[in-house]
T-cell receptor, first 113, second 113 residues
């Protein structure tokens, strides 16, 4: 009865490198959400996906960030050419439907050096 | 700009008292409301969901929703030191356009023994 899984838990990247964050939703959930949280700040919505579809990307920066949720496999949040300001905790959540309870993964802590 | 507003706190209550956490939202179309608890350095976990006007009780927690006033609250009875955390309010609307998933910045609760 696994919950939401995220990997890696910690990721260190140098400026200019790419960061790839993975999220496997709870069994039976086909809706995935990505959030970013800076230290001592609130949770900021980034993107909401269903299998093979982006439903809402209104919180996603226009450049360098992309997300996908393929038919098979985990959801991926990709950050190209990382900068120091990208250092944050990135949380993934899943739900059975939009507008229903979300269950969060443990997060990926990204550090850009 | 759709918003969910919470008093950032910290809200300090003595052990055994009732803690009252409040949240207002700007999107009248919001249909689903959730409270999450987040311990420092951890991911958010769902505490309560509420979809219709009135009160919903679960153990020591009661969620209250007033759609006319666009107001959601969470009461924690018999507060314990282990309730010390940040509480996040979430309002969701999936009947309209993008930008329908909004978290408040959270209220930090401190329960003093």
């Amino acid at each position: 009865n696994a919950g939401v899984m995220q990997n890696p838990r910690h990721l260190v990247r140098r400026r200019g490198q790419e960061a790839r964050l993975r999220c496997s939703p709870m069994k039976g959930h086909s809706h995935v959400y990505w959030y970013r949280q800076l230290p001592e700040e609130g949770l900021k919505f980034m993107v909401y996906l269903q299998k093979e579809n982006i439903i809402d990307e209104s919180g996603m920066p226009k450049e360098r960030f992309s997300a996908e949720f393929p038919k098979e496999g985990p959801s991926i949040l990709r950050i190209q050419q990382v900068v120091r300001g990208d250092s944050a905790a990135y949380f993934c959540a899943s739900s059975i439907q939009g507008g229903h309870e979300q269950y969060f993964g443990p997060g990926t802590r990204l550090t850009v050096t | 700009q759709k918003e969910v507003e919470q008093n950032s706190g910290p809200l300090s209550v003595p052990e055994g008292a009732i803690a009252s956490l409040n949240c207002t939202y700007s999107d009248r179309g919001s249909q689903s409301f959730f409270w999450y608890r987040q311990y420092s350095g951890k991911s958010p976990e769902l505490i309560m969901s509420i979809y219709s006007n009135g009160d919903k009780e679960d153990g020591r927690f009661t969620a209250q929703l007033n759609k006319a006033s666009q107001y959601v609250s969470l009461l924690i009875r018999d507060s314990q030191p282990s309730d010390s955390a940040t509480y996040l309010c979430d309002a969701e609307n999936y009947g309209g356009s993008q930008g329908n998933l909004i978290f408040g910045k959270g209220t930090k609760l401190s329960v003093k023994p």
